[in-house]
């Protein structure tokens, strides 16, 4: 692995807003939308909140323990094998949520704009150009989200812009959607829609200095969140909530909706080529952090290697659920539900133990 | 074979240790064998009756490198006439050098110097009276400007010397000589300002000169191809240029200037994605129209990369995104068209390659019927016989058009290259292939190094620098040295 301290806030700011931040486009809204209707848009809120103290004590940890990334953080807190338990856990959350992820954006590509194309061949593409992306290293893969994230953004922007016309405020009502309830326990079963802040972890020592990298992924946090509640927030505004519970992959639906003018009516190719980009980058960034944290765990410095097996492992994993809805709608509802109690409590265990042992004076 | 490799490998070695002769005969004997002067014409000597000391000596140079008449006046006549205790005293050349090896007037010989040998001294002079011959100095007609200087670098080391030293008055820019090439030993001249330059760099650059090792290096052409790191790539890491001015710019930043005899150019190393981008009037230009300039150049690299691309993309797989007028008017332009889509715009991206290729190597007079024939038959005849429909005309002269706006060889032919990649990958799978592509394409760029240098930088990796990427500041407000290469002196101008 390079490390020229190339990487900056900017950088791991770029990384964390593409990896977690691309869930405002992609089916989520959809998921949430079927318990908690026109409420969903405050559940990334609640989820923040349940996540967010805990994250910070991961971040915490970190800096106490010098020179550790996630997974030699967990190995010496709670001892070597147990570490390396947990972070195996960590590992199969994260090659399911790509695998579950990867599916479910091949199903989107493909239904919107290769309607004709099999799902196997458009997997074979996308993995395959995900893990040449890959294996050019962490460094670069900063370099490049940081590049592509002002164009990504501003199409991103430039789609609420145009949204705004369609937008009808009432529909926010009533504010709660199904019931408060439903909104509170959705927002802590979806605690893990920022799960991939944790595995952001294991590129700890990536920056040149680590007050580097927490800026930057705590400030990307910020951002990411207010970008999801703002996407979630028009989306519920301009379908409103009968709808949205029924259109799989809204930011879409809201491209094709949108006109640039009377003359380009049809823009969402556009919106498309950045969405890609950001898609793109997305994936390559999990798959090599998802790699990372197994070539950790078994301790193999040159990983990079590996990117070649999990990257077929992720397209013949993806192709097992028999169609996306049941890949959106159970699996992956299923995975969120599991991995959200593990990362709200894992940090405050692991910081129990750190603070019995005495290693936090 | 082995034997005979041997061979021929031994004897240069054995006058690398020749020592010179005391005597005037034996000497004159072993320069005739080692210049074979009875069928070399233009090796020339001259025997005289040196007056000061009242021996014999010897004169070796060759006839058609030299200055003849500098011979007759500053060497030969002062030795014939004027009285004095040594050489050094007698003649008036400026540059003398002693020595007493023949391996070293062998290349005193051949970098234009008259050897004199002189009866019972076991040591020779080597006077410089070179003068090889070179075209002065003409307009720049490859990165020609508006605004700026016009002057080219020529074929003659002094001549570019003295070009860069114009416009840089500084006692710390140095010009240190590498002597490369086993057979043709030829001396590559690298240029830096040295309380300014890294150090680091600069031995690195040192140390891939030093290990060149073949039989010669002719001119800077060949040396950048014996210096970058990547032969295969498709990026270029070396920048080529031959206005003075442009390389002057980049060694006040703390790059390293390679300038050889026999070339009309110069390497600049290391660069950046931008040095390639840029030309030296965008900076001659206001700040508001150099940064337009940039602008078009930023569209024009846009379009010669990927408006073809583009083109087979969004009709072959993203119809419904074209206006309905639009689509109705190419689809009718298409209409008797036999070929598919990619292949009528391989054939005319192909054709516009041929036009410019054989435009560059016609003689010149028959310069403008290719352009006849060229514009008649694949602009017009070819729309007419229903190979090609109109609408690809206007995309493959957009996208040959623009390529010529990217000034530097190197990098126009990175992008005409690569556009074929990219028609091919959206002929493949539309704009998936193509974002897909492009986005492995801008991550092997961004992996790229020169000499160390990330290949986006300053724009990311960040480093401190003049923030001059795609547009720059107002010259007065750039403080700093581009960071990337570690230089000695960072800042550039103190705010103030």
Redesign the interface.
Known sequence: MQN?G???I??IAAMTLLLVGIKLSDSTPALLAQKAQNGFWLIPLLSFICIFPGFLIMLYLLKKYQDKNLIELMEAITGKWIGKGIGIVIFLFALLTITFDSRNYIEQ?GLL??PK?PTIV?FF??IG?VF??AK??I??????S???LTVIKISASLVILLSLGEVVMQRVFPIFGSGITNILTEGVKKASLFAELFFLLIAYKVTKASSMFSKGIVIASFITLFEITLFYFVYITVFDYNSIAKIAFPFHDLTQFINLGN????????F??FW??AA??KFIIFIYLATWIFGEIFAIRNFEPLLLPFSFLVIMIGQLPFNSIINELILREMLLTIMSPFFIILPYVLWGIAWGKGELK | MVRFLKKSSESPSSIEKKKVYNSLEKNIQEMKYLFSSNRNKDFSMRSLKIKFNNKEGCLFYYSSIVDGSKIDMHVIKPLLENEGNTVMNVVSIENIEETNEFSKVIQYMNSGKVILFIEEDASTYAMDVADFQHRSIFKSENEPTVKGPQDAFTESLNTNLSLIRKQLHNNQLINEGIQIGKRSINEVNMIYIKDVVNNEILEQVREKLNNISVDSVRNVELLEQYIEERPYSVIPTVLYTERPDKATSYLEDGFIVLLMDSSSACLIVPVTFWSFFHSPEDRYLRFLYGNFTRAIRLLCFYLTLMISASYVAISNFHSEMIPPDLLLAITASRERVPFPLIFEVLIMEIAFELIREAGLRIPNPLGPTIGIVGALILGQAAVEANIISPIIVIIAALSGLSSFALADLNINFMVRLMRFVFILAAGAFGMLALTGVFLLFFMYAASVKSFGVPFFSPMSPHFLSPEDTVFRKPVKKELFRPGYLYPKDIQKKSKS
Not at chain 1, 263 to 270: C, G, R, V, Y
């Open positions: 020229n190339y990487l900056r900017k950088e590509i704009y290769f194309s458009l593409i996308f150009i040449f992306g050019k290293g460094e670069v893969i900063g370099e490049t940081w590049l592509f003359f380009f009516t049809n823009i969402e190719t556009l498309m080529v890609l980009f793109f980058l």
